[in-house]
T-cell receptor
Framework: GIQVEQSPPDLILQEGANSTLRCNFS?????LQWFHQNPWGQLINLFY???GTKQNGRLSATTVATERYSLLYISSSQTTDSGVYFC?????????FGAGTRLAVHP | GAVVSQHPSWVICKSGTSVKIECRSL??????MFWYRQFPKQSLMLMAT?????????EQGVEKDKFLINHASLTLSTLTVTSAHPEDSSFYIC???????????FGPGTRLLVL
């Protein structure tokens, strides 16, 4: 089955810094999503991005499907960005989640 | 739009009892709902996929007699943990798909503690 790997596993930033999170997937997919899990456990949809580039405020994502990776960019990080960022890949009936990147943004 | 709710958000029960968790799509009809389980500091693991009016499809290693899933309507799916034991303690999260789209929308999760 599809394997999803995320890096780095942990990331500590000073408020205002930029960062890039990476997601590699093992097979061609028609679904790639990025989520932010806040400290209360709620998963928040960030991007549905099986290919191409999207931007939403300080966040942007790029997926290069032919090379089987996706990147999530966080600019001007804020303490509220802290939490776990998951990449999930797969098809209509199944999402496989990566292990996540645990981000801590300090003031 | 695309709001998913779960109830309860927290449940503590004694070993041997059964616990029912509800997942509702509040502002859309969910063609498919999913149930995930997450242990502390780990990723989400898909337990089962349910479609309205049909039997759920369970992932390998998930006991279907232990985790009963009923997708009674296009807005409600329930997960019942039968004869719960301490090892069933976990964070259970549901998600839903609308209009056969790919994007999954997640509920806030239910924390289950079995004593």
């Amino acid at each position: 089955g599809i394997q999803v790997e995320q890096s780095p596993p942990d990331l500590i930033l000073q408020e205002g810094a930029n960062s890039t999170l990476r997601c590699n997937f093992s097979d061609s997919v028609n679904n790639l999503q990025w989520f932010h899990q806040n400290p209360w456990g709620q998963l928040i949809n960030l991007f549905y991005i099986p290919s191409g580039t999207k931007q939403n405020g300080r966040l942007s994502a790029t997926t290069v499907a032919t090379e089987r990776y996706s990147l999530l960019y966080i600019s001007s990080s804020q303490t509220t960005d802290s939490g776990v960022y998951f990449c999930a890949s797969g098809g209509y009936n199944k999402l496989i989640f990566g292990a996540g990147t645990r981000l801590a943004v300090h003031p | 739009g695309a709001v998913v709710s779960q109830h309860p958000s927290w449940v503590i029960c004694k070993s041997g009892t059964s616990v029912k968790i509800e997942c509702r799509s509040l502002d859309f009809q969910a063609t498919t709902m999913f149930w995930y389980r997450q242990f502390p500091k780990q990723s989400l693991m898909l337990m089962a996929t349910s479609n309205e009016g049909s039997k759920a499809t369970y992932e390998q290693g998930v006991e279907k007699d232990k985790f009963l899933i009923n997708h009674a309507s296009l807005t409600l799916s329930t997960l019942t943990v039968t004869s719960a034991h301490p090892e069933d303690s976990s964070f259970y999260i549901c998600s839903a798909i609308r209009d056969n789209q790919e994007t999954q929308y997640f509920g806030p999760g239910t924390r289950l503690l079995v004593l």
